[in-house]
């Protein structure tokens, strides 16, 4: 049974950093891409950043390009999402997702397995 369990979200001021933490099992988790996608209240999930199975390829929406970074830990079976400068219109549920593919895609089609989120609200 695949289990994703995010970390790290809570409450942070505009400017702050934060990183968010995904750690997964049930799965050769090196075999697979993750991603993380948000949903704010009122709003569709959305593709924030994911990342190759090996880590060589990431993909950003434009929304965090510049100020968030994807990266994973194999061993650790755990990716994360580092994120700078965080704006107002960065507040919301983060979550982690696995997906069905080796390479990175966009889609939450592509994505089986999803965490249950992490809260992440950023005060102006």
């Known amino acids: 049974q695949v289990q994703l369990v995010e970390s790290g979200g809570g409450l942070v001021q505009a400017g702050d950093s934060r990183r968010l933490s995904c750690a997964a099992s049930?799965?050769?988790?090196?075999?697979?891409?993750m991603a993380w996608f948000r949903q704010a209240p009122g709003k569709e999930r959305e593709f924030v950043a994911a990342?190759?199975?090996?880590?060589?390829?990431?993909s950003y929406a434009d929304s965090g390009k510049g100020r968030f970074t994807i990266s994973r830990d194999n061993a650790k079976n755990t990716v994360y999402l580092e994120m700078n400068n965080l704006k107002p219109a960065d507040t919301a549920i983060y979550y982690c997702?696995?997906?069905?593919?080796?390479?990175?895609?966009?889609?939450?089609?592509?994505?089986?397995?999803w965490g249950q989120g992490t809260q992440v609200t950023v005060s102006s």
């Open positions: 997702a696995q997906s069905i593919t080796a390479e990175v895609f966009t889609t939450p089609s592509a994505y089986a397995y």
């Open positions: 049930g799965r050769t988790f090196s075999r697979y891409a």
């Open positions: 990342i190759s199975w090996s880590g060589g390829s990431t």
